[in-house]
């Protein structure tokens, strides 16, 4: 019984080392190439009124309400949600939209507030190409103890990168069908 305890001690011990020395950050990012304009992809994005259309997040808490406030689209737009299902509680602000010849960036602070708290930063590149506009979609920031704890049982870029692709799809879809 002695030997089974110091097993089971030895076994938590390493699983918590080993957690431990996992990356204190992480990075999810996915991308897709659409036929459209910077302009009209970045019209998807900047404007969290059109999120409706594509986020995969809209739909899956049909208690979730939602307000908006602050700047209409763009820099200070401010999106909040609270939900009593799967969609917890949460704000994002557009925090910077960065544009040249060769990319644009819109910036986004992602605040989770239930069903834990964390902040994190969501980037959209735009680069435009000759046949529209490749986007990269990712979501970046601190990995506290709990989150590499959990990592180590659940891959989170898995998890979330099919969201982030099924996202991206519909996002496609609404920006090549939008007036040119």
């Known amino acids: ?4 305890l110091v097993v ?7 699983l918590l080392a080993y957690a431990g020395s996992r990356p204190d950050t992480f990075r999810i990012e996915r991308s897709i190439h659409i036929a459209a304009s910077m302009l009209q992809v970045a019209e998807q994005i900047d404007d969290f009124h059109r999120w ?16 908006y406030s602050g700047a209409d689209a763009g820099v200070g737009a401010v999106y909040d949600w609270t939900g009593t299902g799967k969609a917890g509680a949460g704000r994002m602000e557009i925090t910077g939209m960065d544009a040249g010849p060769t990319k644009a960036v819109i910036t986004i602070r992602l605040d989770f507030f ?22 990269a979609w ?28 099924a996202g991206l799809a ?9 007036p040119r």
């Open 1 to 4: 019984m002695l030997i089974a």
């Open 8 to 14: 089971l001690v030895l076994a938590i011990a390493a």
């Open 52 to 67: 409706g259309k594509w986020s995969p997040w809209e739909h899956i808490d049909p208690t979730m309400q939602r307000s």
């Open 114 to 135: 239930k069903p834990f708290r964390q902040t994190n930063t969501a980037e959209f590149t735009m680069t435009p190409t000759d046949a529209g506009t490749d986007l």
């Open 138 to 165: 990712a979501m970046f920031g601190p990995s506290p103890f709990m989150s590499k704890l959990m990592g180590v049982f659940m891959n989170f870029d898995k998890m979330v990168g099919k969201d982030f692709e």
């Open 170 to 178: 519909a996002l496609k879809t609404n920006a090549e069908q939008a």
